[in-house]
């Protein structure tokens, strides 16, 4: 336990790259791991990663297989939809819409999408298609 005036080791607020780096890695491969392999869902969560990044099945599962991070994964994504402003609300209790950070909100729209997934919505409505 730290005492008051002592600093911090590290200074979260002013130096998120590294820590924030190894948890989108992990958070990717989790994601991945977990929705991929539970039926259904596997191939639910491999149509939100296509919609999202625009890459091909194939240069997706390049990616998973490269254990790319999420500033690598979303950095190289053929064409991210345009579609995923549109997506709003809250998710671990930040609003999406309201991020600033671009690698964060992606991460966001990521999470959001992979929420209402997990909460039964349905894909039409995930991928805000009209209708």
């Given at each position: 336990?730290?005492?008051?005036?002592?600093?911090?080791?590290?200074?979260?607020?002013?130096d998120?790259?590294?820590?924030?780096?190894?948890?989108?890695?992990?958070?990717?491969?989790a994601?991945?791991?977990?929705?991929?392999?539970?039926?259904?869902?596997?191939?639910?969560?491999?149509?939100i990663?296509?919609?999202?990044?625009?890459?091909?099945a194939?240069?997706?599962?390049?990616?998973?297989?490269?254990?790319?991070?999420?500033?690598?994964?979303?950095?190289?994504?053929?064409m991210?939809?345009?579609?995923?402003?549109?997506?709003?609300?809250?998710?671990c209790?930040?609003?999406?819409?309201?991020?600033?950070?671009?690698?964060?909100?992606?991460?966001?729209?990521?999470?959001?999408?992979?929420?209402?997934?997990?909460?039964?919505?349905?894909?039409?409505?995930?991928?805000?298609?009209?209708?």
């Amino acid at each position: 336990m730290s005492r008051p005036n002592e600093p911090l080791a590290r200074d979260r607020a002013s130096d998120p790259a590294p820590h924030l780096h190894d948890q989108l890695r992990q958070r990717l491969s989790a994601l991945c791991r977990q929705g991929r392999t539970q039926g259904p869902h596997r191939a639910e969560v491999d149509q939100i990663l296509l919609w999202l990044t625009g890459f091909s099945a194939v240069e997706l599962e390049a990616q998973i297989a490269a254990k790319s991070d999420f500033a690598t994964f979303f950095a190289v994504a053929p064409m991210l939809n345009p579609a995923r402003s549109e997506i709003k609300g809250v998710v671990c209790g930040v609003r999406v819409e309201a991020v600033e950070e671009p690698l964060m909100r992606e991460i966001r729209y990521l999470d959001k999408l992979i929420d209402e997934l997990a909460k039964g919505k349905a894909m039409d409505k995930i991928l805000r298609r009209p209708g």
